[in-house]
């Protein structure tokens, strides 16, 4: 059964810092990865998607790296802002779309 | 630009009533989802379908039955509510092809007594 789990549950940095967020899942065979941003009491939002073929995927001041063989991801923010205080979700494809979720990276930064 | 809609937003039951959650969507997607949210458990899937007229069962079905009779719409259906269905449900689609993300509702959230 696919587990995944993110470390650190909380994460609490002063504004300006880079980051970094960490997934890992137990069974490598996936279709892609996704990380999700949530605000609370709202829906997710999709911040970045990696294909199983692909090592990394870029937007904006968010990188998202993949290692399926050893079955981890990372999101790097960069230069982080308060705006980004969030809970942010990893989340494997496990075949039709069909998403196992990690319980999730509650993130503050602070001006 | 709806997206993907939930109705209701906040619901309060008593154990053993029934009701109707509607997931609708105005993006001609083919799979659509419905995930339940506890604290501490991160999102965990109920049931999916990948096209009109198809469900299946996902990781925690029991207690949960669904129905996708037109291509926008999904219905997520609790026939005799218990406190242990108390969570925020989440409604997401997926279109077949490209690049496959989600689109997320705003959530429902359900409270039985």
């Known amino acids: 059964k696919q587990e995944v789990t993110q470390i650190p549950a909380a994460l609490s940095v002063p504004e300006g810092e880079n980051l970094v967020l960490n997934c890992s899942f137990t069974?490598?065979?996936?279709?892609?990865l996704q990380w999700f941003r949530q605000d609370p009491g709202k829906g997710l939002t999709s911040l970045l998607l990696i294909q199983s073929s692909q090592r990394e995927q870029t937007s904006g001041r968010l990188n998202a790296s993949l290692d399926k063989s050893s079955g981890r991801s990372t999101l790097y923010i960069a230069a982080s802002q308060p705006g980004d205080s969030a809970t942010y979700l990893c989340?494997?494809?496990?075949?039709?779309?069909?998403?196992?979720f990690g319980t999730g990276t509650r993130l503050l930064v602070s001006p | 630009n709806a997206g993907v809609t939930q109705t209701p937003k906040f619901r309060v039951l008593k154990t053993g009533q029934s009701m109707t959650l509607l997931c609708a969507q105005d993006m001609n997607h083919e799979y659509m989802y419905w995930y339940r949210q506890d604290p501490g458990m991160g999102l965990r899937l109920i049931h999916y379908?990948?096209?009109?007229?198809?469900?299946a069962k996902g990781e925690v079905p029991d207690g949960y039955n669904v129905s996708r009779l037109k291509k926008q719409n999904f219905l997520l259906g609790l026939e005799s509510a218990a406190p242990s269905q108390t969570s925020v449900y989440f409604c997401a689609s997926s279109s077949r092809r490209g690049a496959n993300v989600l689109t997320f509702g705003a959530g429902s959230r359900l409270t039985v007594l």
């Open positions: 989340a494997v494809n496990t075949g039709f779309q069909k998403l196992v």
């Open positions: 069974d490598s065979a996936i279709y892609n």
């Open positions: 379908s990948v096209g009109e007229g198809t469900t």
